[in-house]
T-cell receptor, first 110, second 116 residues
Framework: GEDVEQSLFLSVREGDSSVINCTYT??????LYWYKQEPGAGLQLLTYIFSNMDMKQDQRLTVLLNKKDKHLSLRIADTQTGDSAIYFCAESIENNDMRFGAGTRLTVKP | GAVVSQHPSWVICKSGTSVKIECRSL??????MFWYRQFPKQSLMLMAT?????????EQGVEKDKFLINHASLTLSTLTVTSAHPEDSSFYIC????????????FGQGTRLTVV
């Protein structure tokens, strides 16, 4: 089947930028999402991008979409210790079902 | 990685009947399971959080008498949609976590419910 893939780990220093990458294989994806999961909690929607967009910015978050390469990235500017969490990318395909990546564990060091 | 199995993958039922969806963690003990619902062309909505052996915590606006959640063991949680109506048609997905040092979430494959 189609897969959504992410690197499993990312470690950055406080104040640096974090870039979390995701690749997907289904070209019929309509929406792509970034979710954050903090310890013991459920998913929190951070942002999403429609497939006909290249970029979306929301405060410290920047989402870049390269539809040709089926590559999605989430950049967190001025990363803080509170940003330490697991970040999931997900795609929503034509029949509206969602598929998730395995999650990227972001560790922010002081 | 850990596997979460959700069953059934899809179900069609008549209006007024009840449907049970199972979420099983196959190779780890899930201390907490989450149930989500996705409305068409929208992202996931958290419905409830269930901890093994205790009552589920429902999000605001989710009817607990309509969406019954049972988490009787560390490997199984069930969501029962009671007296289903067409507006309950949706994609339901569970995720399970183990409250260890790191709390990765593992997702089921989802259940497409269609109420006719």
């Amino acid at each position: 089947g189609e897969d959504v893939e992410q690197s499993l780990f990312l470690s950055v220093r406080e104040g640096d930028s974090s870039v979390i990458n995701c690749t997907y294989t289904d070209s019929s994806s309509t929406y792509l999402y970034w979710y954050k999961q903090e310890p013991g909690a459920g998913l929190q929607l951070l942002t999403y991008i429609f497939s006909n967009m290249d970029m979306k910015q929301d405060q410290r978050l920047t989402v870049l979409l390269n539809k040709k390469d089926k590559h999605l990235s989430l950049r967190i500017a001025d990363t803080q210790t509170g940003d330490s969490a697991i970040y999931f990318c997900a795609e929503s395909i034509e029949n509206n079902d969602m598929r998730f990546g395995a999650g990227t564990r972001l560790t922010v060091k002081p | 990685g850990a596997v979460v199995s959700q069953h059934p993958s899809w179900v069609i039922c008549k209006s007024g009947t009840s449907v049970k969806i199972e979420c099983r963690s196959l190779d780890f003990q899930a201390t907490t399971m989450f149930w989500y619902r996705q409305f068409p062309k929208q992202s996931l909505m958290l419905m409830a959080t269930s901890n093994e052996g205790s009552k589920a915590t429902y999000e605001q606006g989710v009817e607990k008498d309509k969406f019954l959640i049972n988490h009787a063991s560390l490997t199984l949680s069930t969501l029962t949609v009671t007296s289903a109506h067409p507006e309950d048609s949706s994609f339901y997905i569970c995720s399970a976590i183990y409250l260890g040092q790191w709390t990765e979430a593992f997702f089921g494959q989802g259940t497409r419910l269609t109420v006719v």
